[in-house]
């Protein structure tokens, strides 16, 4: 449940049919692939996951998540794309 948890959060999934996907295709983080029989008893699972533990690693994984936000370098060839890059916003 810890590695389901944590890579919706740290992948962005939108929805446990992405989760089961994934977990079935490649597997998630430490979990290799696995076959989950359906997306309800994924849903049931993670009803039970009591919340603090949920609180606690939802917020472990934003604070790695903040921290990785370092400015990517830019080649200096290619600094003027990326500030109008940056400028740019979108609707």
Do not use: H
Not at 32 to 51: D, K, N, T, W, Y
Request: net charge negative; glycine share 2%; hydrophobic share 45%.
């Amino acid at each position: 449940m810890a590695a389901i948890v944590l890579s919706l959060v740290y992948r962005q999934i939108n929805y446990l049919t992405d989760v089961l996907r994934c977990l079935e295709i490649e597997g998630l983080l430490w979990v290799e692939a696995m076959s989950v029989s359906r997306q309800e008893a994924l849903s049931q699972r993670l009803e039970s996951l009591p919340a603090k533990l949920f609180i606690k690693l939802y917020e472990q994984v934003i604070e790695r998540l903040v921290a990785k936000k370092n400015p990517i370098e830019v080649d200096p060839r290619w600094s003027s794309v990326a500030d109008m890059n940056s400028s740019v916003q979108y609707g």
